[in-house]
Structures are given as structure tokens and as C-alpha cells.
């Protein structure tokens, strides 16, 4: 029996080559090809694709700039599938080093040139026996569920479906439609949410002022979950304790901008999943995936174009 056919483009790189062909799969031009695997952006992307093309993965997680250039919409008789949840792990990790960094009041020390013990006691912080809201508990959640699970900390999880998600430390599980009850309960809030239109300022001034003074949110979905000038406003009044964002709004952020100087936010230029960790992962999700399509089973992350992710 013949080997499926799959093509690499817009460059075929020996890492993915072989991600394919680990899969159970052959590389093969796209003319000839069932599926293509796509290692750049939207807008390189062919205008028109064979008619024999099943199914497309694509390079990034989050997909609204595919939306945006209209390229899924295009092609409704194709499945596209996301690498989301290929870079979990590292984005996860990077979430709960900005969490971390912020309930032990490390942005402030790091600052100090002088022996401020005193004074930096007070707002030094534990995650023991906290609530985190893990807003958007995909991927990215579900690996920091699991880092979480030794410091002793509540997750109160919330997903789309609220379907219950079962793991160490969850306490509950909520439906988006719950979203608005959180804010109040909760001691800090990672987001991890897609960005659509109805995920847009998910944060905005009325939410921040339910939390609490100590609250540090942390962003490494997208910055339009955030309503930046009503983070900027809570942060200098200490509605909240801080944020920490590997994504904002606008992105790049501007040298000058006030998050830049606020000293109880933490921003990193979107490098939660660098280069040299993303082409490794993102094998490894090809290979799993080309395992499914070649056996006929579900892809994964599977794009919901009608959900706009």
C-alpha cells in the first residue's frame, strides 16, 4: 500500500521532512499531495490549493490573522488545523516565572541598590493557598495546571464549554458564560484565551476593580484580551498588584509607553516561545498529527472556523 503523500511549503526543511515521514507519511510535491504543511504566515499563502488537499497545518497557534486575510474562509471544503498546544510548556513556563516574579515582589528588588528589607517584607507574597483563574484552560492552561501543582495553589479553570477538566489542583471547572463571577474569587488570573471578537477588552476597568489589591494578571494569549488603558489605570492606582504580559495591545509596544516604566508590571516582547524551542515543538505536533490523518482518526487542534479558532 502506497504511503500518504503530504507537502511541505512554503520551504521544506529537513526537520519537518522527517516529522512527516516519522508520521507514517511521504513528502511529496503539492500537486500530488492529500495535506500540506505550512511552516510561515498567512500572507504567502497560495491563493488556490489542488483540489486533492484534505487538510492544511498550519505554523502558529493563534489563527486571527489567518481570519483576518480571509485565507480559511477561503477554502471551506479544507480542514485546517492550528499548532495549538505545541508550545504549551514553554509559554506555560513562562507564564508562571511572570506570576511567580510578581507575587514575590521580584520586579521591585531587582530594581533596589540599596538593602531594603524591611520594607519589601510586606509585599512578598505566596502562591500557597491562592485562587488562580486560568481564563482560556486549552493548551497552554492545562500545562500550567500541572506547573502549578506543587506550590499548593486553587485553580478555578475556564473554558468554553466548562467541560470539568480533572488534575491536581483544580477546584472547578466554568463555562465562559460564568466568566463574569471570577473576578471577585479569585487571588490572581492568567489569560489564556483565543482572541476573537468576543474575547476583545475580556479585561477592562469593571473587572479589574473586582480584584484584589495584591492580584497580579498575567497575558500570554493576546493583548486585545486586555484593556490596556484600564490596565494602565489600575496598575498606577494599585486597583491590582500588577501585570505581567508577554503580549499587548499595541504590540510592538512603543518605547515610551507607561508599561514600560511601571514598576509592578512586567512586559517581555512576546518571547514566551522563541525560535530556537518553537521548530522542535512544532515537529513534534506535525508528527502526532500526519499519525492521525494517516490512520483517519482526529487532528489535533482542529480549527473551528465558524468559532473563529
Given at each position: 500500500?502506497?504511503?500518504?503523500?503530504?507537502?511541505?511549503g512554503?520551504a521544506?526543511?529537513?526537520?519537518?521532512?522527517?516529522?512527516?515521514?516519522?508520521?507514517?507519511?511521504?513528502?511529496?510535491?503539492?500537486?500530488?499531495?492529500?495535506?500540506?504543511?505550512?511552516?510561515?504566515?498567512?500572507?504567502?499563502?497560495?491563493?488556490?490549493?489542488?483540489?486533492?488537499?484534505?487538510?492544511?497545518?498550519?505554523?502558529?497557534?493563534?489563527?486571527?490573522?489567518?481570519?483576518?486575510?480571509?485565507?480559511?474562509?477561503?477554502?471551506?471544503?479544507?480542514?485546517?488545523?492550528?499548532?495549538?498546544?505545541?508550545?504549551?510548556?514553554?509559554?506555560?513556563?513562562?507564564?508562571?516565572?511572570?506570576?511567580?516574579?510578581?507575587?514575590?515582589y521580584?520586579?521591585?528588588?531587582?530594581?533596589?541598590?540599596?538593602?531594603?528589607?524591611?520594607?519589601?517584607?510586606?509585599?512578598?507574597?505566596?502562591?500557597?493557598?491562592?485562587?488562580?483563574?486560568?481564563?482560556?484552560?486549552?493548551?497552554?492552561?492545562?500545562?500550567?495546571?500541572?506547573?502549578?501543582?506543587?506550590f499548593?495553589?486553587?485553580?478555578?479553570?475556564?473554558?468554553?464549554?466548562?467541560?470539568?477538566?480533572?488534575?491536581?489542583?483544580?477546584?472547578?471547572?466554568?463555562?465562559?458564560?460564568?466568566?463574569?463571577?471570577?473576578?471577585s474569587?479569585?487571588?490572581?488570573?492568567?489569560?489564556?484565551?483565543?482572541?476573537?471578537?468576543?474575547?476583545?477588552?475580556?479585561?477592562?476597568?469593571?473587572?479589574?476593580?473586582?480584584?484584589?489589591?495584591?492580584?497580579?494578571?498575567?497575558?500570554?494569549?493576546?493583548?486585545?484580551?486586555?484593556?490596556?488603558?484600564?490596565?494602565?489605570?489600575?496598575?498606577?492606582?494599585?486597583?491590582?498588584?500588577?501585570?505581567?504580559?508577554?503580549?499587548?495591545?499595541?504590540?510592538?509596544?512603543?518605547?515610551?509607553h507607561?508599561?514600560?516604566?511601571?514598576?509592578?508590571?512586567?512586559?517581555?516582547?512576546?518571547?514566551?516561545?522563541?525560535?530556537?524551542?518553537?521548530?522542535?515543538?512544532?515537529?513534534?505536533?506535525?508528527?502526532?498529527?500526519?499519525?492521525?490523518?494517516?490512520?483517519?482518526?482526529?487532528?489535533?487542534?482542529?480549527?473551528?472556523?465558524?468559532?473563529?479558532?
Open positions: 500500500m502506497s504511503s500518504t503523500p503530504i507537502a511541505i512554503p521544506v526543511t529537513p526537520l519537518l521532512e522527517r516529522a512527516v515521514t516519522d508520521g507514517g507519511a511521504t513528502v511529496a510535491d503539492l500537486g500530488q499531495a492529500r495535506a500540506l504543511i505550512w511552516n510561515s504566515g498567512p500572507a504567502d499563502f497560495p491563493a488556490e490549493l489542488p483540489a486533492g488537499i484534505e487538510w492544511v497545518q498550519l505554523f502558529s497557534a493563534g489563527v486571527e490573522e489567518w481570519f483576518a486575510r480571509g485565507v480559511l474562509q477561503r477554502f471551506p471544503a479544507v480542514v485546517f488545523t492550528s499548532a495549538a498546544g505545541a508550545f504549551a510548556h514553554s509559554v506555560a513556563e513562562h507564564a508562571l516565572a511572570m506570576l511567580l516574579a510578581g507575587v514575590r521580584l520586579p521591585q528588588q531587582l530594581r533596589a541598590d540599596s538593602w531594603r528589607q524591611t520594607e519589601f517584607f510586606p509585599h512578598i507574597g505566596t502562591l500557597r493557598d491562592t485562587t488562580i483563574a486560568i481564563v482560556g484552560a486549552g493548551g497552554i492552561g492545562r500545562e500550567l495546571i500541572a506547573l502549578l501543582e506543587p499548593g495553589a486553587r485553580i478555578v479553570a475556564v473554558t468554553r464549554s466548562g467541560t470539568p477538566i480533572s488534575a491536581p489542583g483544580v477546584v472547578e471547572t466554568l463555562p465562559a458564560s460564568r466568566l463574569p463571577e471570577i473576578w474569587r479569585v487571588d490572581h488570573v492568567v489569560v489564556g484565551a483565543p482572541a476573537t471578537p468576543e474575547t476583545r477588552h475580556l479585561i477592562g476597568k469593571e473587572e479589574l476593580a473586582q480584584l484584589k489589591p495584591t492580584s497580579w494578571v498575567i497575558n500570554i494569549a493576546r493583548g486585545s484580551l486586555i484593556d490596556t488603558d484600564a490596565l494602565v489605570a489600575a496598575l498606577r492606582d494599585g486597583t491590582i498588584g500588577g501585570a505581567g504580559l508577554d503580549v499587548t495591545d499595541p504590540e510592538p509596544l512603543p518605547d515610551g507607561p508599561l514600560w516604566e511601571l514598576p509592578n508590571a512586567i512586559v517581555t516582547p512576546h518571547d514566551s516561545n522563541p525560535p530556537q524551542l518553537r521548530a522542535a515543538a512544532y515537529a513534534a505536533h506535525v508528527t502526532d498529527n500526519v499519525a492521525r490523518f494517516v490512520s483517519g482518526g482526529d487532528l489535533n487542534a482542529r480549527i473551528d472556523v465558524a468559532a473563529g479558532y
